[in-house]
């Protein structure tokens, strides 16, 4: 049998041993959670890197460098678009900017920048959109066109369709008639996010290729 003493001391060293062992327990579940943390986000660093690693980028900047390719890229969208009763060429940054303006000025039409985010000093509407590695959005000037005007949305390539229609449903929201989108390049699956709008492509590359 226990003196009052002990069992004193045995209460108290209870209540000390969970004190001590509640402590532990905060202290685990902080570090848990905290790797937990960056665990996750470590991972979806790597991932991000792994995804991106498996895609095979596609570049315009070599045909810019030789003017014939470059001239003739132009013409055929000039001669494809002049009689369309186009008056709207949007075009998406930061490629788009490469050949849209110069379509526009020959076809006789605007040319409205479909940009980046926090890019645009004016008022604007924006559209978020999926990309193979992550996400985006486009930002539109509001008042750049008015309702009932017919434009054209050029890019230098589509993969996903995700920038496409995120550039479609800005002009739609402000009233436009999207007659079609034109891009140089078209991956195989780009046609896939369009939701049924015409595209124009030049150039649909292979996805493997032997240098
Ligand atoms: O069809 P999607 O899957 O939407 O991808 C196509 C978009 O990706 C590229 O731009 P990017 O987003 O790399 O931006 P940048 O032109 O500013 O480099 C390209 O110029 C298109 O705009
Ligand atoms: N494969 C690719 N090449 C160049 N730009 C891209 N944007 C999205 N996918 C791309």
Known sequence: MDSEETRGYRAFLKQSVWCLTSQYQVSFSFFFLFFCFVFS??????????WAAGIMFQDITTLLLDHKAFKDTVDIFVDRYRDMGISVVAGIEAR?????????LAIGAKFVPLRKPNKLPGEVISEAYVLEYGTDRLEMHVGAIEPG?????????VATGGTLSAAVRLLER??????????????????????????????????????
């Open 41 to 50: 986000s470590w991972s979806f660093f790597f991932f991000q890197i792994w």
């Open 96 to 104: 788009g900017f490469v050949f849209g303006p110069s379509i526009a």
């Open 149 to 157: 005007e017919r434009a054209l949305v050029i890019d230098d390539l």
């Open 174 to 211: 402000m009233g436009a008639e999207v007659v079609e989108c034109a891009c140089v390049v078209g991956l195989p699956e780009g046609q896939r996010r369009l939701d049924g709008k015409p595209l124009y492509i030049l150039v649909e590359p292979r996805l493997s290729v032997n240098y």
